[in-house]
């Protein structure tokens, strides 16, 4: 059902109709799932050409272990104060880093609480760390932590004690954006082909309709492809088990 997690028959469903050349749009159609959902679950396990059920099934209840498992993490109450680095440079940097980010494209507050979780030995901040040190209220923290989060950029989890809320930034917080980027390709390559079948296929409008659907797609694939062989680099220079794709 929509919002619960997917079993191992619902990744079954996904491999037997990735193999079958099923888009992600109709393969979420058959198991009633949103497409981002589907678009994820491949994203994360392999991409299109390298997504087995049995694998992906295994690989989500790693991260599910590690999750409950990983090291506590520390507030880290200062910005760099440790191995004998200058705060105020760090501070600097911070600073540095997201009028950049904002020069990009971020908006202000966003790019302010990134930068500062960017600087971070733990990569983690509770919302009233990120209020003392940007000097702003907790309505911002929060807004600009939901933008991120819906950009893939940060999370949440629970201390310990499970009484406050910390926002994390991963060391693979940009293979997930990108892979988000993918994942937001796909629903509006679906979105503009059925915009295309309802104005016909033979019309100039359904044309473009359609030349935009299979661009959306096919980028949001060459996302996941590149995604994937950076990790399998990754994996080969560090000597880990890489994730191999089928050639």
């Keep these: 059902m929509p919002g619960a997690r997917l079993t191992q028959e619902d990744r079954r469903k996904i491999a037997a109709g990735l193999t079958e050349g099923l888009g992600y749009g109709e393969i979420a159609r058959q198991l009633a799932r949103p497409t981002s959902t589907v678009t994820r679950e491949i994203a994360r396990n392999g991409g299109p050409s390298g997504y087995r059920a049995d694998s992906a099934q295994h690989a989500t209840a790693r991260r599910s272990r590690r999750r409950k498992a990983g090291p506590p993490r520390t507030s880290d109450g200062g910005a760099g104060t440790a191995d004998g680095r200058d705060p105020a440079a760090v501070e600097e940097f911070a600073t540095q880093l997201a009028e950049l980010l904002v020069h990009l494209g971020l908006p202000r507050m966003v790019a302010r609480v990134l930068a500062c979780l960017y600087v971070t030995d733990s990569g ?14 907790p309505a911002s923290v929060s807004k600009a932590i939901g933008y991120l989060e819906g950009q893939e950029l940060v999370r949440r989890e629970r201390d310990e004690d499970g009484r406050r809320e910390r926002y994390v930034i991963d060391d693979d917080v940009w293979y997930r954006s990108l892979l988000a980027s993918a994942q937001r390709n796909a629903i509006l390559a679906e979105f503009t082909r059925n915009g295309a079948g309802l104005l016909g296929a033979a019309t100039p409008a359904g044309a473009r309709l359609r030349a935009a659907a299979a661009f959306l797609e096919d980028t949001g694939a060459d996302i996941v492809r590149a995604v994937q062989r950076r990790r399998d680099e990754e994996a080969a220079h560090s000597g880990a088990a890489p994730r191999t794709m089928p050639r």
Aim: glycine share 8%; no cysteine; aromatic share 0%.
């Design 124 to 137: 983690s901040l509770t919302a009233a760390d990120l209020v003392r040190r940007l000097g702003v209220s």
